[in-house]
T-cell receptor, first 115, second 112 residues
């Protein structure tokens, strides 16, 4: 089935450690996104990528890093510089181009807890 | 930054009643979308309305858009307990690629 796969679903990290969240899609979408969601809140954009080997900062990029070496993959690293990393992280993709709509397809999320 | 405000933050209704959620936004848009999120899950796209449209229907969903007031509303008719979820509006703007920004959401509780 086509879709977006995020892993791991749950992750625990000690303070000071970097952690990488995986996001893979087989929808042949050009654009991929990472959002952060805090309890009872909406989604905030961390990073997005419209094409392979290119990405842009969203509204809350500090303390995060990404790469886009393959069309299918857009991993997010939460670094030790992120002061409050405990959150629910959502990856999404969409078909890009002017004829598209920006409709997003989401993975099931990764819940990161810093101990 | 969040794109705008959603109102109400939470809504509790009886099964069979209609639910109306409102969304305001601040910038130009190409389209506005509504998503649903069950607790602890990813978001699912419900319906999209383009900036040159005023109203759209899909099953029990009705969306309106007023670009002069920068606002939208989502109406769910004849609600069911299974409609219990959080609902988010999101605005999309094309600037060489789409950037989609979400509101804070409305939590809907439908009592059986």
């Amino acid at each position: 089935d086509g879709g977006i796969t995020q892993s791991p679903k749950y992750l625990f990290r000690k303070e000071g450690q970097n952690v990488t969240l995986s996001c893979e899609q087989n929808l042949n979408h050009d654009a991929m996104y990472w959002y952060r969601q805090d309890p009872g809140q909406g989604l905030r954009l961390i990073y997005y990528s419209q094409i392979v080997n290119d990405f842009q900062k969203g509204d809350i990029a500090e303390g995060y890093s990404v790469s886009r070496e393959k069309k299918e993959s857009f991993p997010l690293t939460v670094t030790s510089a992120q002061k409050n990393p405990t959150a629910f992280y959502l990856c999404a993709s969409s078909g890009s181009g002017r004829g598209g709509t920006g409709e997003l397809f989401f993975g099931e999320g990764s819940r990161l807890t810093v101990l | 930054s969040q794109q705008g405000e959603e109102d109400p933050q939470a809504l509790s209704i009886q099964e069979g009643e209609n639910a109306t959620m409102n969304c305001s936004y601040k910038t130009s848009i190409n389209n506005l979308q509504w998503y649903r999120q069950n607790s602890g899950r990813g978001l699912v796209h419900l319906i999209l309305i383009r900036s040159n449209e005023r109203e759209k229907h899909s099953g029990r969903l009705r969306v309106t858009l007023d670009t002069s007031k920068k606002s939208s509303s989502l109406l769910i008719t004849a609600s069911r307990a299974a409609d219990t979820a959080s609902y988010f509006c999101a605005t999309a703007l094309y600037t060489g690629g789409f950037k989609t920004i979400f509101g804070a959401g409305t939590r809907l509780f439908v009592k059986a």
